[in-house]
T-cell receptor, first 113, second 119 residues
Framework: GAGVSQTPSNKVTEKGKYVELRCDPI?????LYWYRQSLGQGPEFLIY????????DSGLPNDRFFAVRPEGSVSTLKIQRTERGDSAVYLC???????????FGQGTRLTVV | AQTVTQSQPEMSVQEAETVTLSCTYD???????LFWYKQPPSRQMILVIR??????QNATENRFSVNFQKAAKSFSLKISDSQLGDAAMYFC????????????????FGQGTILTVHP
C-alpha cells in the first residue's frame, strides 16, 4: 500500500479481554516500530523490529504486551488481560532501514472499559 | 537516557504571522538526529523537518525552519507565514545515530505543543 495501515482504527474492549492490533507497513520497509500515545502526551516507544526479529523491546511495559512480525512485513501487537490504563492510541511506523525516515500510520485508539 | 522537553503546552498565532515553538533535549551522545513532527486530529504523525546534529547549518523546509543550538541542546521550530492548515499538535523528537547504542532506531518524543492559528 501507499502508506502504513493500522487496523482497527478504533477498538473498545472490556477489562480483562485480549486484543490484537495490526500494522501493515510500507512495502519493502525493513524496520517497524510500535509506540503508545496516552491522551495529551507524546508517543512512547514500545518495540522495534528489524526484519522478523525484535531489535529492541525495552519499551514494552510488562509481560501482558507482546508483538510479532513473523514474515518481516505485517506486525501484530497483542495485549493480554487488558486494563483501563492500557487505553491509548497505539501508533505504528515503518522505515526503509532503521536509520531513515519513519512513516507513521493513523494509529489504533484502544479504549478499555 | 535521552529526554526531550517542550515547555509550551499551547501556542497561538495569527494567520500570516510567525511563531516559534521551543524544544530542549538532554543527551550524552554527540551524533544524533532531531525532528519536528506535526500531528493533526487525524492522529497521523507527519514529519515537518529534520536536523542532523553534525550539521551546523540550520535545516529549512519552505515556511519551516529550525534554530539548532547544539551546545545549549536547544532545537526550536519557526513557522513563517502561518496558515490555518498549520494548526495541530507539534512534537519535537530525538533519535540516536549510534548504531551500537541501546537507543538506536527509536524516537524519543517531547510532550507536544498545541498550535492554534487564528484567521
Amino acid at each position: 500500500g501507499a502508506g502504513v495501515s493500522q487496523t482497527p482504527s478504533n477498538k473498545v474492549t472490556e477489562k480483562g479481554k485480549y486484543v490484537e492490533l495490526r500494522c501493515d507497513p510500507i512495502s519493502g520497509h525493513t524496520a517497524l516500530y510500535w509506540y503508545r500515545q496516552s491522551l495529551g502526551q507524546g508517543p512512547e516507544f514500545l518495540i522495534y523490529f528489524q526484519g522478523t526479529g525484535a531489535a529492541d523491546d525495552s519499551g514494552l511495559p510488562n509481560d501482558r504486551f507482546f508483538a510479532v512480525r513473523p514474515e518481516g512485513s505485517v506486525s501484530t501487537l497483542k495485549i493480554q488481560r487488558t486494563e483501563r490504563g492500557d487505553s491509548a492510541v497505539y501508533l505504528c511506523a515503518s522505515s526503509l532501514r532503521d536509520d531513515t525516515e519513519a512513516f507513521f500510520g493513523q494509529g489504533t485508539r484502544l479504549t478499555v472499559v | 537516557a535521552q529526554t526531550v522537553t517542550q515547555s509550551q503546552p499551547e501556542m497561538s498565532v495569527q494567520e500570516a504571522e510567525t511563531v516559534t515553538l521551543s524544544c530542549t533535549y538532554d543527551t550524552s551522545e554527540s551524533d544524533y538526529y532531531l525532528f519536528w513532527y506535526k500531528q493533526p486530529p487525524s492522529r497521523q504523525m507527519i514529519l515537518v523537518i529534520r536536523q542532523e546534529a553534525y550539521k551546523q547549518q540550520n535545516a529549512t523546509e519552505n515556511r519551516f525552519s529550525v534554530n539548532f543550538q547544539k551546545a545549549a541542546k536547544s532545537f526550536s521550530l519557526k513557522i513563517s507565514d502561518s496558515q490555518l492548515g498549520d494548526a495541530a499538535m507539534y512534537f519535537c523528537a530525538y533519535r540516536s545515530a549510534d548504531a551500537g547504542g541501546t537507543s538506536y532506531g527509536k524516537l524519543t518524543f517531547g510532550q507536544g505543543t498545541i498550535l492554534t492559528v487564528h484567521p
